[in-house]
Protein backbone atom coordinates (compact mmCIF):
# COMPACT_ATOMS: atom_id res chain seq x y z
CA UNK A 1 0.00 0.00 0.00
CA UNK A 2 1.30 3.59 -0.79
CA UNK A 3 2.81 5.71 2.21
CA UNK A 4 0.93 9.17 1.92
CA UNK A 5 -0.08 11.58 4.36
CA UNK A 6 -3.31 12.69 5.85
CA UNK A 7 -4.24 16.17 4.73
CA UNK A 8 -4.95 17.50 8.61
CA UNK A 9 -7.73 18.45 10.41
CA UNK A 10 -7.60 22.16 9.98
CA UNK A 11 -10.36 24.21 9.02
CA UNK A 12 -9.76 27.58 6.86
CA UNK A 13 -11.19 29.77 9.93
CA UNK A 14 -9.11 30.59 12.86
CA UNK A 15 -12.28 31.73 14.64
CA UNK A 16 -16.08 32.35 13.29
CA UNK A 17 -19.20 34.27 15.25
CA UNK A 18 -22.34 35.37 14.63
CA UNK A 19 -23.33 38.84 15.67
CA UNK A 20 -27.07 40.27 15.05
CA UNK A 21 -27.14 37.31 12.50
CA UNK A 22 -24.61 38.44 10.52
CA UNK A 23 -21.26 35.67 10.42
CA UNK A 24 -17.77 36.82 11.02
CA UNK A 25 -14.27 34.80 10.63
CA UNK A 26 -11.00 35.18 10.82
CA UNK A 27 -9.51 33.22 8.20
CA UNK A 28 -5.60 31.58 8.19
CA UNK A 29 -5.53 33.30 4.70
CA UNK A 30 -6.12 36.39 5.79
CA UNK A 31 -3.95 36.09 9.21
CA UNK A 32 -0.88 35.36 7.37
CA UNK A 33 -1.41 38.74 5.30
CA UNK A 34 -1.48 40.38 8.54
CA UNK A 35 1.27 38.35 10.40
CA UNK A 36 3.56 38.75 7.25
CA UNK A 37 2.97 42.45 6.93
CA UNK A 38 3.47 43.17 11.11
CA UNK A 39 7.07 41.32 10.59
CA UNK A 40 7.89 43.35 7.19
CA UNK A 41 7.63 46.11 9.27
CA UNK A 42 9.53 45.43 12.15
CA UNK A 43 12.14 43.34 10.04
CA UNK A 44 12.91 47.17 8.25
CA UNK A 45 12.31 49.34 11.75
CA UNK A 46 15.16 47.43 13.18
CA UNK A 47 17.28 47.30 9.80
CA UNK A 48 17.03 51.19 9.34
CA UNK A 49 17.98 51.53 12.77
CA UNK A 50 21.36 49.83 11.86
CA UNK A 51 22.78 52.93 10.34
CA UNK A 52 26.02 51.18 9.71
CA UNK A 53 24.33 48.46 7.19
CA UNK A 54 23.96 51.16 4.74
CA UNK A 55 26.20 53.11 2.63
CA UNK A 56 27.70 55.52 3.81
CA UNK A 57 26.23 54.86 6.93
CA UNK A 58 22.74 56.48 5.97
CA UNK A 59 19.80 54.18 5.96
CA UNK A 60 17.24 55.06 2.74
CA UNK A 61 14.11 55.60 4.97
CA UNK A 62 13.16 56.80 8.12
CA UNK A 63 11.40 55.29 10.99
CA UNK A 64 8.49 57.67 10.17
CA UNK A 65 8.76 57.11 6.09
CA UNK A 66 8.40 53.30 7.12
CA UNK A 67 5.65 53.55 9.06
CA UNK A 68 3.53 55.48 6.23
CA UNK A 69 5.08 53.27 3.38
CA UNK A 70 3.25 49.99 5.12
CA UNK A 71 0.08 51.48 4.11
CA UNK A 72 1.07 52.39 0.17
CA UNK A 73 2.62 48.29 0.10
CA UNK A 74 -0.72 46.91 1.28
CA UNK A 75 -2.80 48.79 -1.45
CA UNK A 76 0.01 47.80 -3.82
CA UNK A 77 -0.53 44.15 -2.54
CA UNK A 78 -4.33 43.74 -2.66
CA UNK A 79 -4.92 45.64 -5.79
CA UNK A 80 -1.72 44.23 -8.17
CA UNK A 81 -2.69 40.56 -6.53
CA UNK A 82 -5.72 40.72 -7.54
CA UNK A 83 -5.30 42.52 -11.51
CA UNK A 84 -2.48 40.33 -11.82
CA UNK A 85 -4.88 37.26 -10.97
CA UNK A 86 -7.57 38.87 -13.19
CA UNK A 87 -4.93 39.49 -16.57
CA UNK A 88 -2.72 36.48 -16.25
CA UNK A 89 -4.72 33.41 -15.10
CA UNK A 90 -8.42 34.37 -16.23
CA UNK A 91 -8.84 37.26 -18.42
CA UNK A 92 -11.89 36.11 -20.41
CA UNK A 93 -13.96 35.30 -17.51
CA UNK A 94 -13.82 38.39 -15.62
CA UNK A 95 -13.77 40.57 -19.02
CA UNK A 96 -17.37 38.71 -19.35
CA UNK A 97 -17.72 39.09 -15.48
CA UNK A 98 -16.27 42.51 -14.76
CA UNK A 99 -18.14 42.78 -11.70
CA UNK A 100 -16.13 39.75 -10.33
CA UNK A 101 -13.11 41.72 -10.12
CA UNK A 102 -13.59 43.41 -7.20
CA UNK A 103 -15.02 39.85 -5.37
CA UNK A 104 -11.84 39.69 -3.64
CA UNK A 105 -13.32 37.67 -0.82
CA UNK A 106 -13.48 34.84 -3.10
CA UNK A 107 -10.37 34.16 -4.08
CA UNK A 108 -7.96 34.79 -6.41
CA UNK A 109 -4.90 36.78 -5.80
CA UNK A 110 -1.67 35.83 -8.21
CA UNK A 111 1.64 36.96 -6.54
CA UNK A 112 3.54 38.67 -9.79
CA UNK A 113 0.61 40.81 -9.66
CA UNK A 114 1.08 41.95 -6.04
CA UNK A 115 4.99 42.40 -6.50
CA UNK A 116 4.30 44.68 -9.78
CA UNK A 117 1.73 46.26 -7.44
CA UNK A 118 4.40 47.14 -4.71
CA UNK A 119 7.47 47.48 -7.14
CA UNK A 120 4.87 50.51 -8.61
CA UNK A 121 3.80 51.90 -5.14
CA UNK A 122 7.64 51.56 -3.78
CA UNK A 123 9.05 53.86 -7.30
CA UNK A 124 6.26 56.07 -6.69
CA UNK A 125 6.86 56.48 -2.90
CA UNK A 126 10.60 56.87 -3.56
CA UNK A 127 10.48 59.71 -6.14
CA UNK A 128 7.61 61.57 -3.75
CA UNK A 129 10.48 61.80 -0.74
CA UNK A 130 13.75 61.00 -2.71
CA UNK A 131 14.49 58.17 -1.56
CA UNK A 132 17.62 56.30 -3.39
CA UNK A 133 16.00 53.30 -5.07
CA UNK A 134 17.94 50.93 -5.53
CA UNK A 135 18.24 50.82 -1.30
CA UNK A 136 15.11 51.12 -1.81
CA UNK A 137 14.47 47.89 -3.07
CA UNK A 138 16.66 46.58 -1.30
CA UNK A 139 15.05 47.04 2.57
CA UNK A 140 11.84 45.88 0.71
CA UNK A 141 13.29 42.59 -0.50
CA UNK A 142 14.49 41.84 3.04
CA UNK A 143 10.92 41.90 4.63
CA UNK A 144 9.53 40.22 1.85
CA UNK A 145 10.11 36.86 2.17
CA UNK A 146 8.36 35.81 5.87
CA UNK A 147 4.87 37.18 4.43
CA UNK A 148 5.48 34.52 1.40
CA UNK A 149 6.10 31.94 3.97
CA UNK A 150 3.55 32.43 5.96
CA UNK A 151 1.21 33.24 2.46
CA UNK A 152 2.06 29.16 1.26
CA UNK A 153 1.30 27.99 4.22
CA UNK A 154 -1.97 29.57 4.26
CA UNK A 155 -2.33 28.05 0.91
CA UNK A 156 -1.78 24.45 2.45
CA UNK A 157 -4.22 25.01 5.17
CA UNK A 158 -6.66 26.37 3.07
CA UNK A 159 -6.52 22.77 0.60
CA UNK A 160 -5.69 25.00 -2.64
CA UNK A 161 -2.53 25.07 -5.17
CA UNK A 162 -1.90 21.72 -4.40
CA UNK A 163 0.94 19.96 -6.43
CA UNK A 164 0.37 17.20 -8.94
CA UNK A 165 0.00 13.49 -8.09
CA UNK A 166 2.68 11.80 -7.02
CA UNK A 167 3.49 8.29 -5.51
CA UNK A 168 6.44 9.86 -2.77
CA UNK A 169 5.52 9.36 0.90
CA UNK A 170 5.31 12.74 1.68
CA UNK A 171 2.50 13.04 -0.96
CA UNK A 172 -0.62 14.33 0.68
CA UNK A 173 -3.92 12.86 0.22
CA UNK A 174 -5.71 16.61 -0.14
CA UNK A 175 -9.68 16.61 0.40
CA UNK A 176 -11.85 17.80 -2.31
CA UNK A 177 -13.65 16.52 -5.57
CA UNK A 178 -11.27 18.49 -7.64
CA UNK A 179 -7.89 17.28 -5.54
CA UNK A 180 -8.83 13.49 -5.78
CA UNK A 181 -9.29 13.95 -9.80
CA UNK A 182 -6.78 12.42 -10.84
CA UNK A 183 -6.81 10.38 -14.25
CA UNK A 184 -5.58 6.84 -14.09
CA UNK A 185 -5.38 6.65 -10.34
CA UNK A 186 -7.16 3.95 -8.49
CA UNK A 187 -8.35 5.03 -4.92
CA UNK A 188 -7.20 7.83 -3.07
CA UNK A 189 -5.14 10.40 -5.19
CA UNK A 190 -1.85 11.80 -3.09
CA UNK A 191 -0.15 15.00 -4.38
CA UNK A 192 3.26 17.23 -3.78
CA UNK A 193 2.53 19.48 -0.92
CA UNK A 194 3.67 22.16 -3.51
CA UNK A 195 2.91 24.98 -1.32
CA UNK A 196 5.23 24.00 1.13
CA UNK A 197 8.19 23.69 -1.11
CA UNK A 198 7.68 27.08 -2.14
CA UNK A 199 6.77 28.54 1.65
CA UNK A 200 10.50 26.76 2.47
CA UNK A 201 11.95 27.80 -1.07
CA UNK A 202 10.63 31.40 -1.10
CA UNK A 203 9.81 32.30 2.40
CA UNK A 204 12.40 30.80 4.68
CA UNK A 205 15.53 29.66 2.85
CA UNK A 206 15.60 32.88 0.92
CA UNK A 207 14.51 35.33 3.52
CA UNK A 208 17.21 33.33 6.04
CA UNK A 209 20.13 33.91 2.73
CA UNK A 210 19.03 37.75 2.55
CA UNK A 211 19.26 38.48 6.19
CA UNK A 212 22.15 36.61 6.27
CA UNK A 213 23.77 38.81 4.05
CA UNK A 214 22.28 41.97 4.55
CA UNK A 215 23.49 41.58 8.52
CA UNK A 216 26.43 39.28 8.14
CA UNK A 217 27.85 40.20 4.40
CA UNK A 218 27.18 44.24 4.06
CA UNK A 219 25.33 43.40 1.39
CA UNK A 220 22.90 46.85 1.76
CA UNK A 221 26.44 48.64 0.99
CA UNK A 222 25.92 47.29 -2.85
CA UNK A 223 22.63 49.00 -3.55
CA UNK A 224 20.59 46.46 -5.57
CA UNK A 225 22.47 43.28 -3.93
CA UNK A 226 19.65 42.48 -2.02
CA UNK A 227 16.93 43.27 -4.41
CA UNK A 228 18.56 41.27 -6.82
CA UNK A 229 19.02 38.27 -5.20
CA UNK A 230 15.48 38.10 -4.22
CA UNK A 231 13.97 38.60 -7.88
CA UNK A 232 16.49 36.19 -8.59
CA UNK A 233 15.87 33.41 -5.75
CA UNK A 234 12.40 34.20 -5.69
CA UNK A 235 12.10 33.15 -9.39
CA UNK A 236 14.66 30.23 -9.61
CA UNK A 237 12.35 28.86 -6.83
CA UNK A 238 8.98 29.41 -8.55
CA UNK A 239 10.35 27.69 -11.55
CA UNK A 240 11.25 24.83 -9.69
CA UNK A 241 8.12 24.13 -7.97
CA UNK A 242 6.23 24.62 -10.88
CA UNK A 243 7.12 21.15 -12.12
CA UNK A 244 5.69 19.55 -9.84
CA UNK A 245 2.63 22.55 -8.92
CA UNK A 246 -0.73 21.38 -10.28
CA UNK A 247 -1.34 23.92 -12.67
CA UNK A 248 -4.79 25.98 -12.97
CA UNK A 249 -7.77 24.26 -14.75
CA UNK A 250 -8.17 26.96 -17.52
CA UNK A 251 -4.87 26.01 -18.96
CA UNK A 252 -5.63 21.89 -18.75
CA UNK A 253 -6.87 20.70 -21.82
CA UNK A 254 -7.49 16.82 -23.39
CA UNK A 255 -4.09 18.31 -25.95
CA UNK A 256 -2.52 19.89 -22.90
CA UNK A 257 -2.52 17.82 -20.07
CA UNK A 258 0.15 19.70 -18.14
CA UNK A 259 -1.50 22.68 -18.56
CA UNK A 260 1.34 24.59 -20.15
CA UNK A 261 0.94 28.19 -21.00
CA UNK A 262 3.41 27.97 -23.53
CA UNK A 263 4.40 24.82 -25.48
CA UNK A 264 5.86 24.05 -28.70
CA UNK A 265 6.80 20.41 -30.01
CA UNK A 266 6.33 18.82 -26.59
CA UNK A 267 8.34 21.53 -25.01
CA UNK A 268 6.82 24.10 -22.60
CA UNK A 269 6.08 26.62 -19.69
CA UNK A 270 3.61 27.20 -17.12
CA UNK A 271 2.21 30.30 -16.51
CA UNK A 272 4.33 30.23 -13.36
CA UNK A 273 7.31 29.44 -15.09
CA UNK A 274 6.71 32.50 -17.89
CA UNK A 275 6.01 35.40 -15.12
CA UNK A 276 9.33 34.23 -13.30
CA UNK A 277 11.91 34.26 -16.56
CA UNK A 278 11.08 38.52 -15.95
CA UNK A 279 12.16 37.66 -12.05
CA UNK A 280 15.18 35.89 -12.98
CA UNK A 281 16.65 37.92 -15.86
CA UNK A 282 16.25 41.41 -13.54
CA UNK A 283 17.80 39.92 -10.15
CA UNK A 284 20.78 38.56 -12.52
CA UNK A 285 21.06 42.45 -13.63
CA UNK A 286 21.04 44.00 -10.59
CA UNK A 287 23.26 41.72 -9.17
CA UNK A 288 25.76 42.37 -12.02
CA UNK A 289 24.83 46.06 -11.58
CA UNK A 290 25.69 46.34 -7.97
CA UNK A 291 28.94 48.14 -6.37
CA UNK A 292 29.87 49.44 -3.30
CA UNK A 293 28.85 53.15 -2.94
CA UNK A 294 29.92 55.87 -1.06
CA UNK A 295 26.42 57.68 -1.15
CA UNK A 296 23.27 55.87 -0.32
CA UNK A 297 22.56 53.65 -3.31
Given at each position: ?????P????????????????????R????A?????????????????????????????????????????I??????????????????Y????????????Q???????????V????????A????????????????????????????????????????L???V?????????????????????S?????????????????????R???L??????????F????????????????????I????????A?????????M????SL????????????????????
Open positions: MQAVLFPDIGPDIVSFTVFGIDFALWYAMYIVGIVLAWRIGVVSVAREALWPAGRAPMTRDQIDDYITWSLGIIIGGRLGFVLFYQPSYLQNPGQILAVWGGMAFHGGLLGVLVSWVYARHAIPKRSAADLIALCVPPGLLLGRVANFINAELWGRPTDPWGVFPGEAAQDCPGVVGFCARHPQLYEGLLEGLVLGLLLLWMAWRGAKRPGLIAGTFAGYGLARFAVEFVRQPDPQFSPGNPLGLLHVDGFGLTGQLLPMIALGLWLIATARARDGAG
